[in-house]
């Protein structure tokens, strides 16, 4: 039996998983819209999934009986009240990253799916889909370097648009690095700091771009991330991890060299919808998949939780200009 997913917010992301449940997820079907602006869900609606129903709130369409599970892809600071009203309807919930736009958010998001006694929430942190993280996983798991020692990883968009404040370099940009590194060293964070170095001329000076954090892991390791959101060349994603014995290194996607006009060259995506494509679709298999098994699989909203945790640190680390502690509430046992 079809899974049926009723999706709140169909912008970019939210109007390409849309698509990708319409055409390409197995198991799914397009039951009902909604978004802020009535007429974007009707035209996303009448391209891919006619038969769709456009609701006129997001509660409408959480309540719908024709909704077995929601996916949120609407703006960060509605995440956690959609999430919260899924959960008290006992629906599974897909939400893009971040969970809520707080940790003190994850905590009431954390608290309601305990109460609720089992698993219904999946975040999306994208990249624990993608090939290439899912290879430095294998390897750090099997000990092919020994223990990890020190990471380094730069997270670079080539522009921001004018909205992009500096706390959201950390809590919409970095929060996918921190994500990236618990669940690649199946640790959390102790502390952060944020350095900046010379802004560029690109971007309004407030924002101060880029910025270098440094985290450290309950075990010791140190990871510094650069976050670059007007880098101009590219969507482009860098991880090192070394270890006692070598060092494993995410591989650039697989995209063939043009040599012409004197040159040899590979393309660099542009975008975070073209570099994570194929890693989009693993992920809302993965819930659809796990919507029908009644068991999710993928990051729970204790990852959701540290996430924002850690980023949050980073931002008073932003203003404090000092290392800040990150200290974190007991895990709950749903979560174990
Ligand atoms: C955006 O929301 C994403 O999730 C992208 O992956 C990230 O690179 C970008 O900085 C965020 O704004």
New binding site residues.
């Given amino acids: 039996m079809s899974v049926r997913l009723g999706f709140i917010g169909t912008g970019d992301l939210g109007a390409d998983h849309v698509r990708r449940c319409a055409n390409i997820i197995s198991g799914a079907t397009v039951s009902a819209l909604y978004n802020r602006t009535q007429s974007r869900a009707e035209d996303v609606a009448r391209q891919f999934a006619p038969e769709a129903r456009v609701t006129a709130t997001p509660e409408e369409l959480i309540e719908s009986p024709q909704v077995d599970a929601v996916v949120i892809s609407s703006a960060s600071q509605t995440h956690e009240d959609l999430v919260l009203k899924a959960i008290q309807a006992g629906k599974y919930v897909f939400c893009e ?1 971040p969970l809520a736009t707080t940790a003190e958010g994850c905590v009431r998001i954390l608290h309601a799916e305990s109460a609720a006694g089992k698993r219904l929430v999946q975040v999306g942190f ?1 990249r624990v889909y993608d090939e290439g993280y899912l290879n430095l996983k294998s390897l750090i798991d099997t000990k092919a370097i020994g223990s990890v020692l020190m990471a380094h990883a730069a ?1 670079r ?1 080539p522009t ?1 648009g004018p909205h ?1 404040t500096r706390e ?1 370099l950390m809590s ?2 970095l929060i ?1 690095d921190v994500n990236t590194f618990h669940w690649l060293l199946g640790e959390s964070f102790t502390a952060a700091q944020v350095l900046y170095p010379r802004s560029t001329s690109k971007a309004d000076a407030t924002l101060q771009d880029p910025q270098l954090v440094i985290l450290e892991t309950e075990s010791g390791v140190l990871i510094d991330v650069e976050v670059f ?1 007007n880098c101009q060349f590219g ?1 482009d994603v860098q991880c090192a991890l070394i270890g006692e014995s070598g060092e494993v290194r995410l591989p650039e996607p697989a995209r063939a060299t043009v040599r012409r006009n004197g040159q040899n060259h590979t393309a660099i995506t542009m975008g ?1 919808k073209e570099r ?1 494509e194929a890693a989009y679709d693993r992920e809302l298999q993965a819930f659809v998949d796990g919507v029908a098994a009644g068991k999710l699989t993928g990051p729970d909203s204790w990852a959701g939780y540290v996430a924002s945790a850690t980023t949050d640190a980073c931002i008073r680390a932003q203003k404090s200009g000092k290392r800040e502690d990150i200290r974190l509430i007991p895990q709950p046992d749903v979560y174990r």
């Fill in positions: 990253k994208v997270h968009n921001s992009y959201m919409e940009t996918h959101v969507y975070c994570f």
